[in-house]
């Protein structure tokens, strides 16, 4: 088992840049895979990016060349550098664990992109 505890969100401006944290209560050092999803008002949840144990990383099509997944294995946490960030990023972002078949969820935190 795992828990995960976003950090980060808040308000920023179109253009502007922002880094969520995701802390995870357990060495992620093995996990195969740490994610960020995302969630915007009246749409369903969508993949923004994971960081696989074997080091490779996937982006969401809307993400790809802005946001960036990294991993601090000593620190337990994942992070998730948004560039350029667009009103349309505007969502809930949830932190993803996937450990032997199962997904563990943080609560996630608000990210408004508004001027």
């Known amino acids: 088992q795992v828990q995960l505890v976003e950090s980060g969100g808040g308000l920023v401006q179109p253009g502007g840049s922002l880094r969520l944290a995701c802390e995870a209560s357990r060495s992620i050092f093995s996990i195969t895979a740490m994610g960020w999803y995302r969630r915007a008002p009246g749409n369903q949840r969508e993949l923004v990016a994971v960081s696989r144990s074997a080091g490779s990383a996937d982006y969401g099509d809307s993400v790809k060349g802005r946001f960036t997944i990294s991993r601090d294995n000593a620190k337990n946490t994942v992070y998730l550098q948004m560039n350029s960030l667009k009103p349309e990023d505007t969502a809930v972002y949830y932190c993803?664990?996937?450990?032997?078949?199962?997904?563990?969820w943080g609560k996630g935190t608000l990210v408004t992109v508004s001027s």
């Open positions: 993803d664990a996937f450990v032997t078949g199962i997904h563990y």
